[in-house]
């Protein structure tokens, strides 16, 4: 989800990006001067915004200050993320003086219609989104939002913006928030090196696919405007521009649009037709499109109807394992913890749904697991395990964190237990997750912790992890907590088969060692945007971008390998293979290539590989040193 329309979620409206100007000349300042004045511009806003309030008139200094924060169509697209280190604190600021002011209005007698009236002229007199998505996207989420905050009075805007917003500037002090845990198994013995198998890629290596993101927006309309100004595009309510450069392409756009059936169709073909042999299909979730602001049960269960349907069709005898992604929820990302008796919030339609279509593939003893929470475990053959994991409750951007945090932590105990039977039964485990659990994941910080602890305690059951939803052919190592020298396990992330945004669509090959299920290499697949739309009436010419053994000189795709390959990026002679690295990441995508990455940028993409705990960056500070000689 882009950064700005996250912000309009967050409260009904948080304002974010632009409101307190840093300047270049500001980055050299200590962060305590630059504190001082965004406590100085919240104590501002808050007295001009209480006065708009009481008196129905906007100051001529509020409106120069609401002028000051409106947002261009550049800063709309922005993901937080990819938010510059200098404006976390000027979001924080924002965050909490608007959540603030909204959340006492509630709390001396606002009505829903008194709320929703404020968030909206905030969210179109900003600029955040175009008046419709503004009206849309706050009718779906106010109703969570007063629920949660008249039902739980202590949490104030400090704790709501320290959640969605997590960042150095923006600090999470509740203890509630923070103090929650998974009762985690000591370990034996200790770690006392990384973790390394002897394997290389052999003959014999199970294949599995992945394949994610598919983002399948069923009013994408050819011809149709590329360039909308909202957080989907290319859709037939949107009309036809006149400038020919601005159309929906045939088989999809680099820009904010999700991919046409034909785009998804083709994939799935093509995984079919040329990789029969794979023995697994890993599908990690979002089929659903972003456009947030107009999602509805139906409109989701048509969409999943459709893409489940061709899934079966194309592998009826191979097993597909599926998870959930943030955007199959209505509204998007907002998963209720399952004890929540309040039927008008319950998440049941979707557990129910996907236990339903997934048991085309699943045994039926994953059934209760998938129809209380969205996640499941099976056995796929003797010593190999699958978890399919619905962490989507743990992503920054799900409200009912603020409402009772200790929920998280029921998923996660339920991932233990199995991994600790697992290791019991001498068996190896592949999880499947839609968010990554690393901090570039948007993933709440205590999650990101927990999780860390789960992998160090198990990380000689957990072979490989497999992620999505961030579009990026990517991967984070993760280190040991208690000997950070050791590298321990790995996630990869299969990408996205839309090319929202500024990326190619690809799907990943693996290859998987028979007797530990490691990964020992894995191909990216991918096809040029640009050519396939200039050749509209043949199909997208799919090739091989890259083995990832072969390309950075691995033997196999162990952790030790991984961070053995890292350390290299990460010194000035290894500098032009980071670089290759980055143009893989974003699928050698025309506009991001056209973009460029400047040295911050490659050590900013190189440090998201070995960060996986928020706050925890003694690997980023290694390479730091390292990387500039």
């Given at each position: 989800m882009?950064l700005?329309?996250?912000?309009l979620l967050?409260?009904?409206?948080v304002?974010?990006g632009?409101g307190?100007?840093?300047?270049?000349?500001d980055?050299?300042r200590?962060i305590?001067?630059l504190?001082?004045?965004?406590?100085?511009?919240?104590?501002e806003?808050?007295r001009e915004?209480?006065i708009?309030?009481k008196?129905?008139v906007k100051?001529a200094?509020f409106?120069?200050m609401?002028?000051a924060?409106?947002?261009?169509?550049?800063?709309r697209?922005m993901e937080?993320?990819?938010l510059?280190?200098?404006m976390?604190?000027t979001?924080?600021?924002?965050?909490?003086?608007i959540?603030?002011?909204?959340?006492?209005?509630?709390?001396?007698?606002?009505?829903?219609?008194?709320?929703?009236a404020?968030?909206y002229e905030l969210c179109?007199?900003?600029?955040?989104?175009?008046?419709?998505?503004c009206?849309?996207?706050?009718e779906?989420n106010?109703?969570?939002?007063?629920?949660i905050?008249?039902?739980?009075l202590?949490?104030?805007?400090?704790?709501?913006?320290?959640?969605?917003?997590?960042?150095s500037?923006?600090i999470l002090?509740?203890p509630?928030?923070?103090?929650?845990?998974?009762?985690?198994?000591a370990r034996s013995?200790?770690i006392?090196g990384?973790?390394h198998?002897p394997?290389?890629r052999g003959?014999?290596?199970?294949?599995?696919?992945?394949i994610?993101d598919?983002?399948?927006?069923p009013?994408y309309?050819?011809?149709h405007?590329a360039?909308?100004?909202?957080?989907?595009?290319c859709r037939?309510?949107q009309g036809?521009?006149?400038?020919?450069?601005?159309?929906?392409?045939?088989?999809?756009d680099y820009?904010?649009?999700d991919?046409p059936?034909d785009a998804?169709?083709?994939?799935?073909?093509?995984?079919?037709e040329?990789?029969?042999?794979?023995a697994?299909i890993?599908?990690?979730?979002d089929?659903?499109?972003h456009?947030v602001?107009?999602t509805?049960?139906g409109h989701?269960?048509?969409?999943?109807?459709r893409?489940y349907?061709?899934l079966?069709q194309?592998f009826?005898?191979k097993?597909v394992?599926n998870?959930i992604?943030?955007h199959?929820a209505?509204?998007?990302?907002?998963?209720?913890p399952s004890t929540?008796?309040?039927?008008?919030?319950s998440?049941?339609?979707?557990y129910a749904y996907?236990a339903?279509?997934?048991g085309?593939w699943?045994?039926?003893?994953?059934?209760?697991?998938?129809?209380?929470?969205?996640?499941?475990?099976?056995l796929?053959?003797?010593?190999?395990?699958?978890?399919?994991m619905n962490n989507?409750?743990?992503?920054?951007?799900?409200?009912?964190i603020l409402?009772k945090?200790?929920y998280l932590?029921s998923?996660?105990?339920w991932?233990?237990?199995v991994?600790r039977?697992?290791e019991?039964n001498?068996?190896?485990?592949?999880?499947l997750a839609?968010?990554p659990y690393?901090?570039?994941g948007?993933?709440f910080?205590?999650?990101?912790?927990?999780?860390?602890r789960?992998?160090?305690r198990?990380?000689?059951?957990?072979s490989?992890q497999?992620n999505g939803?961030?579009?990026?052919?990517?991967f984070n190592?993760?280190?040991?907590?208690e000997?950070?020298a050791?590298?321990i396990?790995?996630?990869?992330?299969g990408?996205?088969?839309t090319?929202f945004?500024?990326?190619n669509?690809n799907?990943?090959?693996?290859?998987?060692?028979?007797e530990?299920?490691q990964?020992t290499?894995f191909?990216?697949?991918?096809f040029?945007?640009?050519?396939?739309n200039?050749?509209?009436d043949?199909?997208?010419d799919?090739?091989?971008l890259?083995s990832f053994a072969?390309?950075f000189?691995?033997?196999?795709l162990?952790?030790?390998e991984?961070?053995?390959?890292?350390k290299?990026l990460?010194?000035?002679?290894?500098?032009e293979?980071l670089?290759?690295?980055w143009?893989?990441k974003?699928?050698m995508?025309d506009?991001?290539l056209?973009?460029?990455?400047?040295?911050?940028?490659l050590?900013n993409?190189?440090c998201?590989?070995?960060?996986?705990?928020?706050g925890?960056d003694?690997?980023?500070?290694?390479?730091?040193?390292?990387?500039f000689?």
């Amino acid at each position: 989800m882009k950064l700005l329309l996250a912000a309009l979620l967050v409260g009904l409206l948080v304002a974010t990006g632009q409101g307190y100007q840093v300047k270049p000349s500001d980055y050299n300042r200590t962060i305590q001067q630059l504190q001082g004045e965004y406590v100085r511009s919240e104590d501002e806003f808050r007295r001009e915004f209480q006065i708009w309030r009481k008196t129905g008139v906007k100051t001529a200094h509020f409106r120069e200050m609401l002028d000051a924060w409106k947002f261009t169509e550049d800063q709309r697209r922005m993901e937080l993320e990819d938010l510059p280190v200098q404006m976390e604190g000027t979001v924080c600021m924002l965050c909490r003086s608007i959540v603030g002011q909204l959340m006492d209005q509630r709390r001396q007698g606002a009505t829903r219609e008194d709320l929703f009236a404020t968030a909206y002229e905030l969210c179109t007199t900003l600029q955040i989104q175009e008046p419709d998505v503004c009206y849309g996207v706050i009718e779906l989420n106010i109703d969570f939002f007063l629920f949660i905050f008249d039902d739980r009075l202590t949490v104030g805007a400090d704790t709501v913006c320290a959640v969605v917003f997590q960042s150095s500037a923006c600090i999470l002090s509740d203890p509630e928030f923070i103090d929650w845990s998974v009762n985690v198994d000591a370990r034996s013995t200790p770690i006392t090196g990384s973790k390394h198998f002897p394997n290389a890629r052999g003959p014999n290596d199970i294949k599995i696919v992945q394949i994610t993101d598919l983002h399948y927006d069923p009013l994408y309309l050819v011809g149709h405007n590329a360039v909308c100004n909202r957080p989907a595009c290319c859709r037939s309510d949107q009309g036809i521009p006149e400038n020919p450069a601005e159309r929906a392409g045939k088989w999809g756009d680099y820009r904010d649009c999700d991919s046409p059936w034909d785009a998804v169709d083709d994939v799935i073909e093509h995984v079919a037709e040329h990789h029969s042999d794979a023995a697994y299909i890993y599908h990690t979730g979002d089929i659903i499109d972003h456009g947030v602001w107009e999602t509805s049960i139906g409109h989701n269960i048509q969409s999943m109807n459709r893409v489940y349907a061709k899934l079966l069709q194309k592998f009826p005898n191979k097993p597909v394992f599926n998870i959930i992604g943030n955007h199959e929820a209505h509204p998007t990302n907002v998963f209720a913890p399952s004890t929540l008796n309040q039927q008008q919030f319950s998440m049941e339609w979707l557990y129910a749904y996907s236990a339903d279509m997934w048991g085309n593939w699943l045994p039926m003893a994953t059934q209760n697991t998938i129809r209380h929470g969205g996640y499941y475990t099976t056995l796929v053959r003797p010593g190999f395990r699958i978890v399919g994991m619905n962490n989507q409750d743990c992503y920054t951007f799900n409200w009912w964190i603020l409402w009772k945090p200790e929920y998280l932590a029921s998923q996660m105990q339920w991932l233990h237990d199995v991994l600790r039977q697992a290791e019991l039964n001498n068996e190896k485990v592949h999880i499947l997750a839609h968010i990554p659990y690393s901090s570039s994941g948007s993933t709440f910080r205590t999650c990101q912790r927990e999780f860390r602890r789960i992998v160090e305690r198990f990380y000689d059951t957990i072979s490989s992890q497999f992620n999505g939803h961030t579009h990026r052919d990517e991967f984070n190592v993760f280190y040991s907590r208690e000997n950070p020298a050791h590298a321990i396990n790995v996630a990869w992330n299969g990408g996205s088969t839309t090319a929202f945004s500024d990326v190619n669509p690809n799907y990943i090959v693996y290859y998987v060692d028979p007797e530990t299920y490691q990964v020992t290499d894995f191909e990216s697949y991918i096809f040029n945007m640009t050519d396939a739309n200039r050749f509209p009436d043949r199909r997208p010419d799919w090739f091989q971008l890259y083995s990832f053994a072969q390309e950075f000189n691995m033997h196999n795709l162990s952790p030790m390998e991984a961070d053995i390959m890292v350390k290299r990026l990460g010194t000035p002679a290894g500098r032009e293979e980071l670089r290759r690295y980055w143009q893989f990441k974003v699928k050698m995508g025309d506009p991001s290539l056209d973009a460029g990455c400047d040295d911050d940028c490659l050590l900013n993409h190189l440090c998201q590989v070995v960060v996986s705990e928020m706050g925890d960056d003694v690997k980023c500070d290694e390479l730091r040193t390292t990387f500039f000689g």
